[in-house]
């Protein structure tokens, strides 16, 4: 007594067409209650099949397409909490389906950024509109991925936000390059540590939020002698020495404070809200300490220092581009002043740095404008007042100033490196004179040329030398090297190697300016010296002051000892002259005898220079 429900394909004979026909057979009833018949209905439902099975195999279709996407998919209900996700965001997740059903994102994974996730929940189906934001969270294998997840409304029929669809493509990739060049752009590669673009950065913004009442500092360190570690120790050794420098940087400072590299062995260090200028003379102190401490690479201890200027906003300037140049001036002040220091900035700075700038770039152009010239003072035998040889100085003819002592300018000269091309230029002077002279005359002149540690520090002095005496034609006993006795207390062998490569080439060393500096007399026995120079000072005072002729004896008897020649210098009385023959020196050098003249007189000078009645005792 059921209804009978069935349906069949039956094909047209006329033209073969398959028409699916439901049958349903009803019962038909009498008054009495029985059935009295069957009522048969059959109708066309091909068209309702077909529309069925598309929308079935459609339905397939997108189920496959966001089961198998490789994007996470999530449907969210009103209380945030899932209702559907495809394996992608399962098989990320521990737990599966399972744990992720039935949750709200704060509930599982959990995490810093779900809240945030669940408020852009709300707001979609608060607004029915499309969000879209990154998540960073942690899948189950400890990757932490980033999402760029896209929120959509789903309506009802009533047009009301019924769920959201999340669907997230992983962008992790796109983000580690993000990071990747942003590392590249605000940090430096060696160190880790912020470059000048990030800690500008960090200036403008600690600018923007300062505090009244205090101050924002800028500090410049700079190594000191680190070049000579680099030229000497190779760059592979010079690199450790800066990360070992940037950790014990970081040490000194508080964490919000910025430590960068601006390259080379300059760093700098932003300290905001600074309350008091003595905090940071602590800090300062501290940090000149610390690299102070020898750095231990590879085998060796190395020492260098390092000297720090400071600048503050707002006192100094309230433009951040101001405070690193005074910062700079203000470092090169503590470098000039004898490194291992620090200094504030002070107005009268900037009016310096702009004349040491202009003085550069003017040196730079003088030995490219042949505006560079050497004068030779005379030196003679004591004994007979025979000319024996000369001292090579160098003049800078400026053509707006006259001429330019070395005193003005070669310190800048050491400080920027451009000794090096200047003293390869007096080489090369000082070789072809010397050449000339010894050539036309029977008697030997030989001349002396003052080499700073700077050209030492420069690789393969003694190579370069070797060549210029190949081309000018000098033979090495023709000329002697000055160098400074602080010259010997550098660390480096590489000092102690040029020196034994003159010295067996034939080339004589003198120490200059002896008695000056460190006398620390071991070094005249362990280095090729073969001539010391009184100081000047010493010798004009030998006659006036009995320390100082006490000290001058001193001298004349070690080098008789050690078997050295002893020149003095400065010599500008008859007196002084006389004390010294008596006590032994040879050699005498001074405006007595005669001043530094231009190369052009020197042919000219007579074989014996007798004490000059007109230069006795004018400096
Ligand atoms: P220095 O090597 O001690 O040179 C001697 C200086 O004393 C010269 O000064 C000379 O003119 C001066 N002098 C000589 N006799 C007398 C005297 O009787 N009385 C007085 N009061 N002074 C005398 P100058 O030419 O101004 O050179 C100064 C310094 O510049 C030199 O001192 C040397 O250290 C440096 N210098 C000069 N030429 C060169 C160079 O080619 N290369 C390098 N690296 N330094 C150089
Ligand atoms: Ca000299
Ligand atoms: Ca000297």
Request: net charge negative; with cysteine; glycine share 6%.
């Amino acid at each position: 007594m059921q209804v009978c429900i069935d349906d069949e394909w039956v094909v047209a004979p006329a033209n073969r067409e398959r028409t699916l026909i439901e049958t349903r057979l009803l019962p038909v009833f009498d008054a009495g209650g029985t059935v009295a018949g069957v009522l048969g209905v059959a109708r066309d439902i091909t068209e309702r099949r077909r529309f069925e099975e598309r929308l079935a195999r459609r339905e397939h279709e997108f189920r496959t397409l966001v089961e198998n996407s490789p994007d996470t998919v999530a449907r969210y209900g009103k209380d945030c909490r899932r209702i559907y996700v495809n394996p992608t965001f399962a098989s990320l997740s521990v737990g599966g389906a399972d744990a992720l059903l039935g949750k709200a994102p704060s509930e599982f994974p959990g995490g810093p950024d779900t809240v945030l996730y669940e408020k852009h929940i709300a707001d979609v189906f608060a607004t029915a509109s499309d969000r879209e934001f990154e998540l960073s969270w942690q899948a189950n294998d400890g990757r932490r991925l980033c999402h760029l997840i896209r929120l959509t409304p789903e309506l009802g029929a009533n047009g009301t936000v019924e769920t959201v669809l999340a669907v997230g493509r992983d962008i992790s990739e796109l983000q580690a390059s993000r990071v990747k060049i942003h590392r590249l752009a605000y940090f430096d590669a060696l160190t880790a540590l912020p470059n000048r673009v990030l800690f500008n950065e960090h200036l403008r913004q600690a600018i923007s939020v300062s505090l009244p009442d205090h101050v924002t500092a800028v500090v410049m360190i700079d190594l000191d002698r680190f070049k000579g570690v680099n030229d000497t120790m190779g760059h592979a050794v010079g690199d450790e020495l800066l990360c070992e420098a940037a950790r014990r940087l970081l040490a000194c400072v508080r964490p919000g404070d910025t430590v960068a590299r601006f390259g080379g062995d300059e760093f700098a260090v932003l300290i905001p809200e600074v309350s008091a200028r003595d905090v940071l003379e602590q800090i300062s102190a501290t940090i000149i300490d610390r690299l102070d401490e020898p750095f231990l690479l590879g085998a060796r201890e190395v020492f260098v220092s390092c000297s720090v200027g400071i600048a503050l906003y707002p006192d100094d300037s309230t433009d951040a581009k101001d405070l690193l140049r005074y910062a700079d001036s203000a470092m090169y002040l503590a470098k000039r002043s004898g490194r291992r220091g620090y200094r504030f900035y002070t107005k009268e700075l900037t009016i310096e740095a702009t004349a040491r700038l202009s003085l550069e770039s003017e040196l730079r152009r003088a030995i490219d404008q042949g505006e560079l010239e050497l004068y030779y003072q005379p030196q003679i035998l004591l004994r007979s007042a025979e000319v024996i040889g000369s001292e090579a100085l160098l003049r800078w003819n400026h053509p707006g100033v006259g001429f330019i002592r070395p005193a003005q300018f070669v310190p800048l000269a050491e400080e920027t490196g451009l000794i090096v091309d200047i003293g390869r230029w007096v080489l090369r002077e000082a070789c072809r004179a010397a050449t000339e002279w010894n050539s036309a005359s029977d008697k030997s002149h030989k001349v002396s040329i003052n080499l700073s540690v700077r050209q030492f520090q420069a690789r393969d002095l003694a190579v370069t030398i070797a060549e210029i005496l190949d081309e000018t034609g000098c033979r090495p006993e023709w000329l002697e090297f000055e160098i400074t006795e602080s010259l010997l207390l550098e660390e480096d062998d590489s000092v102690m190697t040029s020196l034994l490569a003159f010295s067996s080439m034939g080339i004589s060393i003198a120490i200059d300016d002896f008695g000056t500096g460190y006398s620390a007399l071991s070094y005249l026995t362990r280095f090729p010296i073969d001539t010391l120079k009184i100081d000047r000072t010493f010798v004009q005072q030998v006659t006036t002051d009995r320390r100082h002729a006490e000290l001058v004896k001193a001298i004349l008897s070690i080098a008789r000892c050690l078997g050295q020649r002893v020149v003095a210098e400065g010599v500008e009385t008859t007196e002084q002259a006389a004390f010294l023959e008596a006590h032994g020196c040879e050699v005498a050098q001074g405006f007595l005898y005669s001043k530094p003249l231009p190369k052009s007189a020197m042919p000219s000078l007579p074989r014996r220079l007798h004490p000059n009645a007109t230069n006795e005792g004018k400096p």
